[in-house]
């Protein structure tokens, strides 16, 4: 069993979840339950194959590894049930960054990108930085999470302009897992008006039991020629500051001018660590990776609990997948910047909603972290909201 009640403190690490309190606002203690990032120890043979790379002692230019890319193949057949070949595998330093270079590539200056709202800001916000229109067909929340397939269907036929969407999948921050049903409705539309998918696909691992990750490769092939699909052992098993993702990409024509592209600018351009980090990862970490959900889930449990205790009025379920808490607190007269009042006046950092769009009074609480933590913050939320008269 691996422990994942203690952890070490990341304070003094240049931390962007912990440390910057203190070098961008000064403040000593914090809470951090904001940025999708974990607080636990990571799996030991991601350390051991850092330090046994690191004792070889020469870090020149290094091709992938075959280990790496086996690896992939691998992990994606065993967890996500899909086949793929090398040649459908393009290494990237990061997901957001292999969206911008396929957004550039796929959709030209003049064309436009659909999301999906409320999502993962950079859905939108890459887009806009390559100065690619954006569309919204926001998500349908009440009673349960689904796409608005009319409105997605009406808006392509009303705009040509529309090449690609870019679709969470399982979904940041509402924590849908999608079913293969709803992800083959969602094609079908994409395919009639031969739109790209980009299937950012991050938190595929971090879905909980009994339901299990669809990959948007894995619905049917016919549809396979139109998806981008990006991947990543960074969120799965904590590896942000590795800087090791992939994007799957089965029509050769898109893969070879993707990678051309990535090559181009830096972005196929691994880590020496990053090969070795996500072989370890993804050849020795199932175990770990079960119980770390088990764990997640639990937390999820303790704050669904401790909400009806102490914030009845909060709207809260737990999600399918993600570690991430998507909690509505709109029963409350909070203010706009409830958000900044927690993190300067109560101690604690959430992440509010409103980035997310579409979202007022909602807030994501990353539950990824030894519960102590999670208690900490919870409670400092409800001592900020008493002393402002917010209960
Ligand atoms: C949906 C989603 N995509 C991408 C990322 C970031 O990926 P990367 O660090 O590889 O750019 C995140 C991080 O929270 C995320 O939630």
């Known amino acids: 069993?691996?422990?994942?009640?203690?952890?070490?403190?990341?304070?003094?690490?240049?931390?962007?979840?912990?440390?910057?309190?203190?070098?961008?606002?000064?403040?000593?203690?914090?809470?951090?339950?904001?940025?999708?990032?974990?607080?636990?120890?990571?799996?030991?043979?991601?350390?051991?194959?850092?330090?046994?790379?690191?004792?070889?002692?020469?870090?020149?230019?290094?091709?992938?590894?075959?280990?790496?890319?086996?690896?992939?193949?691998s992990w994606e057949k065993r967890h996500h049930n899909i086949e793929i070949k090398k040649e459908d595998i393009v290494l990237t330093t990061g997901v957001v960054y292999a969206m911008y270079t396929a957004v550039e590539q796929l959709v030209q200056p003049d064309e436009k990108v659909m999301v999906m709202t409320p999502v993962y800001p950079p859905f939108f916000k890459t887009p806009a930085d390559v100065n690619r229109?954006?569309?919204y067909?926001?998500?349908?929340?009440?009673?349960?999470?689904?796409?608005?397939?009319?409105?997605?269907?009406?808006?392509?036929?009303?705009?040509?302009?529309?090449?690609m969407l870019i679709f969470c999948n399982p979904h940041n921050p509402v924590g849908k897992s999608w079913t293969k049903e709803e992800l083959?409705?969602?094609?079908?539309?994409?395919?009639?008006?031969?739109?790209?998918?980009?299937?950012?696909?991050?938190?595929?691992?971090?879905?909980?039991?009994?339901?299990?990750?669809?990959?948007?490769?894995?619905?049917?092939?016919?549809?396979?020629?139109?998806?981008?699909?990006?991947?990543a052992p960074t969120k799965t098993f904590n590896l942000a500051g590795m800087k090791i993702s992939y994007a799957l990409i089965p029509n050769q024509e898109i893969c070879t001018e993707f990678a051309r592209r990535a090559k181009a600018t830096g972005l196929s351009s691994i880590n020496i660590f990053g090969f070795e980090v996500l072989a370890a990862a993804y050849n020795h970490g199932d175990v770990?990776?079960?119980?770390?959900?088990?764990?997640?889930?639990?937390?999820?449990?303790?704050?669904?609990?401790?909400?009806?205790?102490?914030?009845p009025k909060c709207r809260f379920e737990i999600p399918e997948s993600t570690y991430l808490a998507w909690v509505d607190f709109s029963g409350y007269n909070v203010p706009d910047n409830f958000a900044e009042v927690l993190k300067f006046e109560g101690g604690v950092e959430l992440q509010d909603g409103r980035g997310f769009k579409d979202s007022d009074g909602y807030q994501r609480i990353n539950c990824a972290c030894p519960r102590s933590i999670l208690e900490k913050g919870m409670e400092r939320v409800v001592a900020c909201m008493k002393k402002k008269n917010w209960l």
């Open 288 to 311: 770990w990776l079960e119980e770390c959900l088990d764990y997640v889930y639990e937390n999820m449990v303790w704050l669904k609990d401790f909400l009806s205790e102490h914030l």
């Open 1 to 73: 069993m691996y422990d994942f009640n203690h952890a070490n403190s990341r304070l003094g690490t240049s931390s962007t979840k912990w440390d910057r309190y203190q070098s961008r606002y000064n403040l000593d203690d914090v809470v951090a339950l904001w940025v999708a990032d974990m607080d636990f120890n990571c799996l030991p043979e991601i350390n051991e194959a850092i330090i046994k790379r690191a004792q070889h002692g020469i870090y020149g230019y290094t091709d992938p590894t075959e280990d790496c890319l086996n690896a992939i193949i």
């Open 133 to 135: 229109e954006v569309v």
């Open 184 to 231: 083959r409705e969602m094609l079908e539309v994409a395919h009639r008006y031969n739109i790209v998918v980009m299937s950012d696909e991050i938190h595929a691992d971090l879905v909980f039991k009994p339901l299990e990750h669809v990959s948007m490769l894995g619905v049917d092939s016919k549809f396979n020629d139109q998806i981008v699909l990006l991947g």
């Open 137 to 163: 067909c926001p998500l349908i929340l009440e009673p349960e999470v689904r796409i608005d397939l009319d409105k997605m269907e009406e808006m392509l036929k009303n705009d040509p302009k529309i090449k």
